[in-house]
Antibody
Framework: EVQLVESGGGLIQPGGSLRLSCAAS????????MSWVRQAPGKGLEWVSV???????YYADSVKGRFTISRDNSKNTLYLEMNSLRAEDTAVYYC??????????????WGQGTLVTVSS | SYVLTQPPSVSVAPGKTANITCGGN??????VHWYQQKPGQAPVLVIY???DRPSGIPERFSGSNSGNTATLTISRVEAGDEADYYC???????????FGGGTKLTVL
């Protein structure tokens, strides 16, 4: 059974840093495409970042240069390092396994999410 | 950038059919995916590639896509279907992944 469990969220001041983790079971992170998707309070879904099985990484323009996606193959865990945090980064962050073909992507399994609140 | 437009809300009586639309320029040429999100829960994939259902998703959920509109259809609606529904595409021309704004389905 596929399971994704996020952790690491919390209250952080503007300009601060936070690292989110997503522990996976039931499949191998290193051979999968994995994404982070966020949802601001009361708002819709926003894709944040993806890491390909080959290691390539891509980011939404809103987080490029501030966020870094990575994985630890030995721990079967996905990470999101978030720096220079802003109030508008406040959201529930979900990790999701991602199916990518040549013409489309979709998210087939999601974690339960972890809340990041950026506020002074 | 590519924009997906969903109605903010749809209401339907139990046992009836709900149609949730997702509008986009020539969306019929794209693969559309749909997610269900119940309050306080993570999204769940309910339709992928426009018409396919993941295992465990009831046959009551179906999808279609043509022209400038994709549609998620829920037949014989139940109280447990009450949720927010999001459409999503990959826009290859811009290299952006796009979600619709979401539709809140209310079961009367």
């Amino acid at each position: 059974e596929v399971q994704l469990v996020e952790s690491g969220g919390g209250l952080i001041q503007p300009g601060g840093s936070l690292r989110l983790s997503c522990a996976a079971s039931g499949f191998i992170v290193s051979t999968s495409y994995m994404s982070w998707v966020r949802q601001a309070p009361g708002k819709g879904l926003e894709w944040v970042s993806v890491i390909y099985s080959g290691g390539n990484t891509y980011y939404a323009d809103s987080v490029k240069g501030r966020f870094t996606i990575s994985r630890d193959n030995s721990k079967n865990t996905l990470y999101l390092e978030m720096n220079s945090l802003r109030a508008e980064d406040t959201a529930v962050y979900y990790c999701a396994s991602t199916d990518i073909t040549g013409t489309t992507w979709y998210f087939d399994y999601w974690g339960q999410g972890t809340l990041v609140t950026v506020s002074s | 950038s590519y924009v997906l437009t969903q109605p903010p809300s749809v209401s339907v009586a139990p046992g009836k059919t709900a149609n949730i639309t997702c509008g986009g320029n020539n969306i019929g040429s794209k693969s559309v995916h749909w997610y269900q999100q119940k309050p306080g829960q993570a999204p769940v994939l309910v339709i992928y590639y426009g018409t396919d259902r993941p295992s465990g998703i009831p046959e009551r959920f179906s999808g279609s896509n043509s022209g400038n509109t994709a549609t998620l259809t829920i037949s014989r609606v139940e109280a447990g279907d009450e949720a927010d529904y999001y459409c999503q595409v990959w826009d290859s021309s811009s290299g952006h992944l796009v979600f619709g704004g979401g539709t809140k389905l209310t079961v009367l």
